[in-house]
């Protein structure tokens, strides 16, 4: 087999993967977790689970005292209950990055100019539901 | 039950959970006035005027970008509020536009413990929580 014909076949398999990662991301299943909505939503949408691998939950939650530059911490029991809903129910991913935005899946998907995230309706990559009216419900196929 | 009679039960079921929401600030009110007074002898009592300066001022400390309670709260307590990165709506910090403002202990001590570190960069006291809730519920 040439050399060209296994650069097609590495090629073919490369953009199928791609495409199934994206089609992974695109249904999630809800947040089911009373307390996961509750605290998570309180400052922005609580994000489903599937959309962060395990590690990624876990660190996230054992370090709320600098989220993300902000304090957002918790009493420790109400911060382990949340973290065994995340990491139980957690999806794929690159485990050593703690952003939903910063994994590459999600970055594929929103390959667009700047500016869209300085529309005041928008406003940051956190608010999934200003263009994905249905991301509350795991629904981010509206695309 | 009569139409007005019904009007009439549920009118006092309405002004019956506003006046019961407050046994629980005055409460928890209460529990800081005893903290402060452990901490400060000869302490003299809460002081809405303090509390306004803790909530309108620009402080150092804590994150850049939020150097004062109105940087989310809004300098109107009264109106809505919006998280400074995020943008979510948060609602009004008066008690007089919500009423069930500081009546659960947990969620105050949940926000007292993260929004005095984001704004000051440090815990805040018990005379500071108490001015502050003194300041807000007179609002």
């Known amino acids: 087999m040439s050399a060209f014909r296994w650069a097609g076949i590495a090629l073919s398999v490369a953009l199928a993967a791609g495409v199934a990662a994206a089609d992974e991301f695109e249904r999630v299943t809800p947040v089911r977790h009373a307390a996961t909505q509750k605290e998570c939503g309180e400052c922005h949408m609580a994000f489903q689970p599937a959309l962060l691998p395990a590690e990624s939950w876990s660190r996230i939650m054992t370090g709320l005292s600098d989220h993300f530059g902000e304090d957002a911490s918790l009493p420790e029991a109400l911060a382990s209950e949340i973290r065994d809903y995340l990491v139980a129910n957690a999806g794929r991913g690159d485990p050593t990055v703690l952003r939903i935005s910063d994994q590459s899946w999600w970055q594929r998907e929103h390959r667009f100019s700047p500016s869209v995230w300085r529309q005041k309706e928008v406003g940051s990559k956190a608010n999934c539901d200003a263009c994905h009216r249905h991301a509350g419900q795991g629904l981010y196929d509206d695309d | ?139």
Request: hydrophobic share 35%; aromatic share 6%.
């Open chain 2, 1 to 139: 039950m009569t139409r007005p009679a019904l009007i009439l039960a549920l009118v006092a079921s309405v002004a019956g959970a506003a006046a019961a929401a407050e046994p629980a600030r005055d409460k928890l009110l209460e529990s800081y006035r005893q903290e402060a007074s452990r901490a400060t002898p000869g302490f003299a009592g809460f002081s809405a005027a303090r509390g306004e300066a803790l909530y309108s001022g620009t402080h150092r400390g804590g994150n850049p970008a939020t150097p004062s309670c109105t940087t989310c709260h809004t300098a109107d307590p009264t109106a809505t509020g919006k998280h400074q990165k995020t943008g979510r709506a948060i609602e009004p910090i008066a008690v007089s536009a919500n009423p069930t403002r500081f009546t659960d202990p947990g969620e105050v001590e949940k926000h007292f413990a993260r929004d005095c570190k984001n704004v000051l960069g440090r815990d805040c006291t018990a005379e500071e929580k108490g001015d502050f809730i003194t300041f807000l519920s007179g609002r």
